[in-house]
């Protein structure tokens, strides 16, 4: 799930799996990295929640990341 650039946020807090290369999770957040869980919705937030519960089983600490907007140039 990525919708920090539909959000407008500049950042991302990233769990990135311990099993799947390329599978990770990320959600917008303020520069602390602090995710306003109530401006997620249910499905993203509770995806939040997951992640968060299984950081060491399933998912890697989370990273702070700047997210790259994309502009149509």
């Known amino acids: 799930m990525h919708a920090c ?3 407008g946020s500049a950042y991302e ?3 990135q799996s311990l099993f799947g290369e390329g ?3 990320a959600f917008p957040c303020a520069a602390a ?4 869980l109530e401006r997620l919705s249910e499905r993203a937030r509770s995806n939040c929640l997951r992640a968060l519960a ?13 997210v790259l907007l994309h502009r149509g140039l």
């Open 23 to 25: 599978s990770a999770q």
């Open 5 to 7: 650039a539909s959000r």
């Open 54 to 66: 299984a950081v060491g089983r399933d998912f890697a600490t989370p990273a702070l990341l700047p």
């Open 33 to 36: 990295g602090r995710v306003e």
């Open 13 to 15: 807090l990233r769990f």
